[in-house]
């Protein structure tokens, strides 16, 4: 099946949270480094796209860029104020996809292969919620993969929101430095550079039996492959929730199994809840009881499958129940769901 990658990356973005807490500043050449000073030592972290004009860049000295352009303003990093609304951005994010992998505080990638027409509108929402959100401005790139989805965030920084397909890659890859493709670093650039290969194009035009001449088999293929627009890479999520439970301690011990039963299914259709609303599958049951000595027991069952069907979850509930002592007074009764996966045959959570 196709794949829908967005990729999300702020716009200048240090600079951009500063000029938050300084909208005196709008407009203003802004660099951000260091500790702000450019007679001390320390480069540049970022500068705003109207310092850029003046070939400020990132990991120049700020000595460097106060030559270029001395009436622009330094100001020091503050790396609190970044995290902070970095955390906002990122509850965006997770808003609209749970299958995000975040690289770096102003960069995200987001998988919504489940809702390949929406996409640009999902872009244009995300630049909109993000910007109400923070007053920050993002670039959006969609994509059949990741290397694609990244390039396009960057084809039309700054407020971009631009969509490549493969059938793109000729005219508007091929003719950009082979630096902007993932992987290609300073020193593969210079063995690049001594086949003849500047841009994407060059390396596109290469024959794999040539560049295995310079690189090993494996990092051959991958130059190869990514000349050409492929890259396999999933968005590897980091597992947001681990686990979605309720637990209840009666106000007075519960001795009856009948009872423990309903509480259980009680406490099942609320947690079952909150996982459909999610669009999860769960996997694990654990229903867990304290007695009224204090000890406590947990039993799990495993399905052979994810699954967001309640009645397979509630036979569970109820098999992991009857495997405890029911005949004993119980203070405390737990219902657990883990082992989550997102659904990717769902449609996104309500917003
Ligand atoms: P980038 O996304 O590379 O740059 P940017 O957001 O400032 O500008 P744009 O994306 O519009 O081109 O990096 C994100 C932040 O990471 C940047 O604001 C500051 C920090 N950073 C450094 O501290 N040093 C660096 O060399 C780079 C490249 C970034
Ligand atoms: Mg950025």
């Known amino acids: 099946m196709p794949r829908v990658i967005m ?34 030592r320390g480069v540049v972290s970022t500068a705003t796209y109207e310092a850029r004009v003046f070939g400020i860049h990132s990991g120049m000295p700020l000595r460097t860029a106060a030559r270029l352009c001395p009436e622009a ?26 299958r995000m992998q975040s690289v770096g505080l102003d960069e995200a990638y987001l998988d919504i292969s489940h809702r390949p027409e929406d996409a640009m509108a999902i872009g244009a929402e995300l630049k909109r919620v993000i910007h109400a959100e923070t007053g920050l401005v993002a670039s959006v790139g969609v994509g059949p993969n990741r290397l694609l989805a990244k390039i396009a965030s960057d084809l039309e920084k700054p407020d971009g929101l631009t969509r490549l397909t493969t059938e793109d890659v000729p005219h508007r890859v091929w003719p950009l430095p082979v630096r902007t493709l993932h992987g290609v670093g ?27 001449t310079v690189f090993s088999p494996r990092h051959a293929r991958s130059l190869h492959r990514a000349a050409h627009g492929e890259d396999e890479r999933p968005v590897e999520t980091e597992r947001v929730r681990k686990s979605i439970g309720r637990e209840r301690t009666f106000q007075q011990d519960c001795r009856s199994s009948g009872r423990l039963d309903f509480e259980a299914r009680r406490m099942l259709d609320d947690v079952h809840g909150r996982l459909a609303s999610r669009y999860l599958k769960a996997r694990t049951v654990t229903v867990k009881l304290r007695y009224r000595d ?58």
């Not at 609190?80 to 965006?92: F, G, K, N, T, V």
């Not at 020193?187 to 290469?206: C, F, K, N, Q, W």
């Open 294 to 351: 204090f000890t406590t027991h947990t039993r799990s069952l495993s399905l052979s499958q994810p699954t967001d069907a309640i009645e397979p979850l509630a036979e569970a509930v109820q098999q992991c129940l009857f495997a405890h002592q029911l005949h004993r007074a119980v203070r405390l009764l737990g219902v657990q769901l883990s082992g989550l996966t997102s659904d990717p045959d769902q449609p996104e959570p309500p917003q």
């Open 73 to 98: 303003v330094f100001l020091p990093v503050d790396f609190a104020a970044y995290r902070a609304a970095s955390e906002r951005i990122h509850a965006r994010l997770r808003a609209v996809s749970e």
């Open 7 to 40: 990729h999300v990356d702020m716009d200048a973005f240090f600079a951009a949270v500063e000029l938050q807490k300084r909208p005196d500043l709008a407009g203003q050449p802004l660099v951000v480094g260091g500790r702000g000073d450019p007679s001390q």
């Open 186 to 212: 300073p020193r593969t650039a210079e063995r690049l550079a001594t086949l003849g290969i500047d841009t994407i194009g060059d390396l596109a035009a290469m024959t794999l039996a040539r560049l295995e």
